[in-house]
T-cell receptor, first 112, second 114 residues
């Protein structure tokens, strides 16, 4: 069983389109995250949800909107995609008090 | 505020040689420290973590790290490199009072030479 899963694994789309990435965890964790990894491998936190409540919202364009329908899911919707949005997006989860985060396999987004 | 500095964006070692990847952190509160490994086209996998207690932490695949508060360091070592260790390695810091927010270093790419 995959602990943290993301769909799709690859996403190729044109500028201006709207797309969503889905994330699910079956670890029973109460906190989930979205990270962006750029071409230089730098990891940047975007959002964090604890028990479906937004707790971290870094400086991210309003075009990015996370949605957490329940504790096991955290989806990322991106409006009006731009070339600079091309990156690998990772979902992660953790228990609020445990420290370590568990990462999904990533979604490679390419905007043309 | 918390931050992590990984010295050396690229490290090359011969197969069988010692692996040493450096990580220094900055934290105004007791830190939680982590090392993750990322193989090509994969997600991040936890290698080991330090929260409290013993300062020498053993992880998976023969890796270990030592928390040195006086040096604000958490260097990752492995006595003998294997070809399968070639990957990107990330150090991260968090603390109990930051909402479990991680601050990652910029990563170190490890190459193992046969």
């Amino acid at each position: 069983d995959t602990a943290v899963s993301q769909t799709p694994k690859y996403l190729v789309t044109q500028m201006g389109n709207d797309k969503s990435i889905k994330c699910e965890q079956n670890l029973g964790h109460d906190t989930m995250y979205w990270y962006k990894q750029d071409s230089k491998k730098f990891l940047k936190i975007m959002f964090s949800y604890n028990n479906k409540e937004l707790i971290i919202n870094e400086t991210v364009p309003n075009r990015f909107s996370p949605k957490s329908p329940d504790k096991a899911h955290l989806n990322l919707h991106i409006n009006s995609l731009e070339l600079g949005d091309s990156a690998v997006y990772f979902c992660a989860s953790s228990a609020w008090t445990s420290g370590e985060q568990y990462f999904g396999p990533g979604t490679r987004l390419t905007v043309t | 505020a918390q931050s992590v500095t990984q010295l050396g964006s690229h490290v090359s070692v011969s197969e069988g040689a010692l692996v040493l990847l450096r990580c220094n952190y900055s934290s105004s509160v007791p830190p939680y420290l982590f090392w993750y490994v990322q193989y090509p086209n994969q997600g991040l996998q936890l290698l080991l973590k330090y929260t409290t207690g013993a300062t020498l932490v053993k992880g998976i695949n023969g890796f270990e790290a030592e928390f040195k508060k006086s040096e604000t360091s958490f260097h990752l070592t492995k006595p003998s490199a294997h070809m399968s260790d070639a990957a990107e390695y990330f150090c991260a810091v968090s603390s109990s009072n930051t909402g479990n927010q991680f601050y990652f270093g910029t990563g170190t790419s490890l190459t193992v030479i046969p």
